[in-house]
């Protein structure tokens, strides 16, 4: 009985292996799919070449390893982690915080151009109502001992 059972076993066993193998490769074709979800002919041929693979002996990496060589580094649904994969996923990050950099920059500066402003009056030059008001905001001292009563955030909304 127990050499009955054990060709079955290693069968259950090697069909295990090749779906979890076919459930984590992309299909060329249809590309949306894993190759055990796939009919097109080459998931069919693939999920035959990962069987063959199994019997004779490799691992679940060589295989991997194998239809990367062979088909490219898309057919696998994880590609493996590298400095390219992770200058891609971190792009729109580094993006973000450049841009926000530059914005921050830009309002320090539109802040700071005090002496320009004042440049401008004795040149004769009218000032803006938004110049006036950020000429005052800072050079109107604050009340002694009191922090200003306005929330941090409203100075960075537009007016």
Not at 91 to 118: C, D, E, F, K
Request: net charge neutral; proline share 7%.
């Amino acid at each position: 009985m127990e050499n009955e059972e054990d060709p079955v076993k290693r069968q259950q066993i090697l069909d295990a292996r090749a779906r979890n193998i076919s459930h984590n490769v992309r299909c060329l074709e249809c590309g949306s799919q894993s190759i055990e979800e796939s009919q097109a002919d080459i998931a069919v041929l693939l999920r035959k070449l990962i069987r063959d693979e199994i019997r004779s002996g490799k691992s679940d990496k060589d295989i991997y390893k194998k239809l990367e060589d062979d088909y490219g580094e898309t057919i696998l649904y994880a590609p493996k982690f590298d400095w390219q994969t992770a200058a891609f996923w971190l792009s729109p990050l580094l993006i973000a915080g450049a841009a926000g950099g530059i914005w921050a920059y830009g309002r320090h500066r539109q802040r700071t151009n005090v002496h320009l402003l004042a440049l401008n009056l004795t040149r004769g030059v009218p000032l803006t109502p938004r110049e006036k008001e950020t000429m005052l905001d800072i050079l109107t001292p604050p009340p002694s001992g009191i922090l200003p009563t306005s929330p941090w955030w409203k100075n960075w909304l537009p007016q």
